[in-house]
């Protein structure tokens, strides 16, 4: 995983590779799966789904692992 440089107002970032990802916040995660945000939180600590951390050392998740995630189950 590529360390962040800088996160958008938009909650886009920019890899090493040029491409532009979207970052999640633990509540849009939460609507998503249909859970609590505390429970989409736990499951990046016990690495269930992966996780970055903003420079205010908050979790965020790449959009295209939570998309990979619901295609894996689906």
């Known amino acids: 995983m590529s360390p962040l440089k800088a996160v958008a107002p938009d909650g886009t ?15 849009e995660v ?3 799966f249909g ?3 505390k429970t989409v939180n736990r499951w990046a600590l016990t690495g269930r789904i992966p996780s970055v951390r ?3 050392n908050q979790r965020r998740y790449r959009e295209t692992d ?8 689906s």
């Open 35 to 37: 859970v609590d945000p």
């Open 30 to 32: 939460a609507r998503i």
């Open 54 to 56: 903003t420079p205010s």
């Open 13 to 27: 970032f920019t890899t090493g590779t040029g491409t532009t990802e979207r970052l999640l916040t633990p509540g």
């Open 66 to 73: 939570i998309n990979a995630l619901l295609n894996a189950t």
